[in-house]
């Protein structure tokens, strides 16, 4: 296998998995604001902001694709080729992680508004614990991309 691939592998599985982490995550606050709106119509705004708030993780896969794609050469080494897959699975894994859990902070927030309780500002607080560590993640990709050249 050429370096190029293996590094490649990596930036499929970033954009992948923190993808992935994503779509669970929004489609948790989906489900928990179909249900909110059943009960309270009038928080849509609310249900959605929060439930929009777990896609971050997918566009913070994406991003690590712009930084490292200028190492994504032909001829690149196996060092190179190694850090940009070592890079892309740990954005990968977090971005992952981050956005079910997001996901499911956000969904209980939504739930606790949709019965009447006055949470918003709180579960926004509470939600970005999980996105810390994606945007740690994305920083150690930039991070890596710049040691690299």
Known sequence: ????????????????????????????????SIGALKKDPSGFGSY?????????????GFAGYFMLSVHLVPGMTWATAAAIFGAGLAMGVVGLTSGIRQGQVCANGIAAIGSGHKVLGNTMILAVFPELYAIVSLAAVFLIGQSLG
């Open 48 to 60: 959605m902001l929060l439930s929009a708030l777990p896609g971050t993780q997918g566009l913070y």
């Open 1 to 32: 296998m050429e370096p190029l691939v293996y590094a490649y592998l990596g930036i499929g599985l970033m954009i992948l998995l923190s993808g992935t982490g994503s779509a669970f995550g929004v489609s948790y606050g989906g489900n928990a």
